[in-house]
């Protein structure tokens, strides 16, 4: 009783989410609900500024220059 499961790659995954998006902005494109769009455009940039404001850059620049000195 051996369970296959198939998980999806990182990039189908990606691919899968962006078709999704692009989908529901056409939707709402289409429905003319720019309000809407206006208040998820804002609050993805808002979650995009947090992503980076909490993202770790010191240390990627240094473990890239500690690899480089190999």
Known sequence: MNKQTK???RRTT?????G???????LLI???QIPILYVLATISLVVLLIVVA???LEKVG???FSNDRN
Request: net charge negative; charged share 15%.
């Open 7 to 9: 998980k999806l790659s």
């Open 30 to 32: 289409y429905l003319e």
């Open 20 to 26: 999704g998006i692009a989908i529901i902005v056409g």
């Open 62 to 64: 240094v473990e890239a």
């Open 54 to 56: 909490f993202s770790d």
């Open 14 to 18: 990606a691919i899968a989410w962006l």
